[in-house]
Each structure stands twice: as C-alpha cells, then as structure tokens.
C-alpha cells in the first residue's frame, strides 16, 4: 500500500476506514506528494487510496471507485 503521510485529509480517511472495517493493512510506502504516489503505482510497487479529484490527474492508472455503505437501521 503507498500512503499519504499523516495529516493529509486522505490519509485520515483511509485509517479510519481501515479502522472501521477492523482491517489491518500494511504500508510498503509513505509519501507526501501526490505524483510521487502515482509514480510507485505506476510502477507496480503498490497501491493507493486517492480522492477522485487527484485520481483525475492520472487518467493512466486504473481505476476501482469505492461506493459508500448505507447506514443499518436497527
């Protein structure tokens, strides 16, 4: 995984996604540059969590949207 260093909105998202999902994940890389990050995954040295406005600067990089959950009514 290539991750944003801590205090980017992204990155907070991603931990408390991760979190959220009781899901452990593990980061070969940790950047603080957006091209940086789409150079490693370019490359096919991991992956990255983008928002859709970065993500559009890469047109080249594949794509896979996350759609969000409804709540659960209980």
């Not at 789409?38 to 859709?52: P, T």
Request: hydrophobic share 50%; glycine share 2%; with cysteine.
């Amino acid at each position: 995984m290539v991750d944003f260093t801590q205090g980017w909105a992204i990155r907070y998202a991603v931990d408390r996604a991760f979190r959220a999902a009781s899901v452990e994940r593990v980061t070969a890389f940790e950047v603080n540059d957006v091209v940086a990050a789409a150079e490693l995954v370019r490359n096919d040295l991991g992956v990255c969590i983008m928002s859709k406005s970065i993500a559009d600067r890469f047109p080249d990089l594949s794509r896979y949207p996350f759609d969000r959950h409804a709540l659960n009514a209980r």
